[in-house]
């Protein structure tokens, strides 16, 4: 299928700024029909949009319906330079089925365009899918694509008032803010740490911060640096992403120095979170692990009270660019 095929009676263009209000009804319509509730934000929509590397002019399409609402919509997305293309295809529910193959048709080719404009042999084209999104798996299935990986979105109840967890001798637990050393350090501690994990590419600090800087969710008053013998050894990273749609605060990294493991570094870190979540009114707190982490984050989690409540499978498929 070529870029010029689609469904009659749904014209493709390049996505707009003014579209995200469209867009987030497509995406909330499509959440809600698979898990019963909206699992996005028009700021998420936004925040695409202002992602360091991703050109809706480029990289996006939006398709329509003959009264102009948004019935489709899709994106690829580089990881820096490696051969990893994260690519994104919504249809609205009871929609025309072949717009999804149409769509994710296309941001397969950008996937390709992006791996040959970086030098790849090869490209990875990676896609997040809830379990319960039958008929996309069925058609990623069908289009050579496997699970490399499942991803469960965990939770915990938080009460209206949780103290600090107490710090145990020649531990250090600091707020980042807008500290530009702290932060160094955090993104050094994060670097080390995921090294090796699923779909981990390396960071400049400048890439990582910039990355964030553009975040809607980011507050850098949510980002704690834990020193042991003062030296850098854990790293938490929260962030709004769920305020609006769940009043939840949300873990976005946790990384632990592989010379700091097995020191409780990371529940103290979680346990800080918690309470800082608590004070700003927060009733929960949410995060996602990926459950094939050999570093035993599951059942970090799950100590702390964490309980999985939404499974997310990433798709993956390698295409050739000889």
């Not at 979170?273 to 982490?293: I, K, P, Q």
Request: include cysteine; hydrophobic fraction near 40%.
């Amino acid at each position: 299928m070529t870029v010029t095929e689609h469904p009659a009676g749904y014209p493709l263009r390049r996505p707009l700024i003014a579209d995200l209000p469209g867009i987030h009804r497509l995406l909330a319509d499509h959440d809600t029909a698979l898990i019963g509730y909206p699992d996005v934000t028009e700021d998420d929509v936004r925040d695409l949009f202002t992602m360091p590397g991703f050109d809706p002019a480029a990289d996006g399409w939006l398709a329509t319906d003959p009264g102009g609402g948004v019935v489709g919509f899709a994106w690829a997305s580089r990881r820096g330079t490696s051969a990893d293309v994260d690519i994104e295809f919504y249809t609205h529910p009871g929609g025309e089925p072949s717009l999804a193959s149409c769509l994710l048709t296309l941001v397969e080719q950008r996937g390709a365009e992006i791996g040959r404009e970086l030098g790849h042999a090869n490209v990875r084209t990676l896609t997040g899918c809830y379990r319960s999104a039958l008929d996309e798996a069925a058609l990623l299935a069908e289009r050579g694509y496997t699970v490399a990986t499942t991803f469960h979105r965990m939770s915990v109840d938080l009460p209206a008032a949780l103290p600090d967890p107490p710090v145990p001798s020649g531990v250090r637990v600091l707020v980042c803010g807008a500290d530009e050393e702290l932060l160094r350090a955090v993104h050094g501690v994060k670097e080390i740490s995921f090294r090796g994990h699923f779909g981990t590419v390396p960071q400049t600090y400048e890439e990582w911060h910039d990355h964030y800087a553009a975040r809607s969710g980011t507050d850098w008053s949510q980002v704690w640096l834990a020193e042991l013998d003062d030296e850098p050894a854990g790293m938490l990273m929260a962030t709004d992403s769920f305020v609006e749609t769940d009043n939840a605060g949300y873990v976005h990294n946790l990384g632990v120095h592989p010379r700091a493991r097995g020191r409780g570094v990371a529940k103290l870190l979680l346990r800080t979170a918690f309470a800082e979540m608590a004070r700003r009114g927060r009733t929960g707190a949410l995060l996602g692990v990926d459950t094939g982490n050999s570093t035993g984050a599951l059942g970090l989690y799950e100590s702390v009270g964490m309980r999985p409540t939404l499974e997310i499978d990433v798709w993956r498929k390698t295409i050739s660019l000889t």
